[in-house]
């Protein structure tokens, strides 16, 4: 799925029109499958240690793949990690 949106134009302009820095989101953490990919962001400040202490890492950005077309689902709050004004 990662192959599908880098560089991709309609990610890139979904990106821009919502006010998400492009650099900044290719950036994070993410885990996705053929069809699916969502981007996280990890609390440093729990440790170093990620995911091992059992805190999930949160989720900013869905994108989906379906029928030729992407589905995005964003979090309220993914301006505040990875907004073009940050």
């Not at 069809?35 to 989720?59: W, Y």
Request: proline share 2%.
């Amino acid at each position: 799925m990662i192959n599908k949106i880098k560089g991709n134009d309609n990610f890139i302009k979904y990106c821009s029109d919502n006010g998400i820095d492009y650099d900044k989101i290719m950036r994070l953490p993410r885990c996705y499958g053929k069809d699916i990919i969502r981007f996280q962001i990890v609390n440093k400040e729990k440790g170093r240690t990620g995911l091992m202490d059992d805190t999930p890492a949160k989720v900013l950005l869905t994108v989906e793949y379906s029928n030729g077309e992407f589905i995005y689902q964003k979090s309220d709050d993914i301006l505040d990690f990875v907004g073009t004004g940050r």
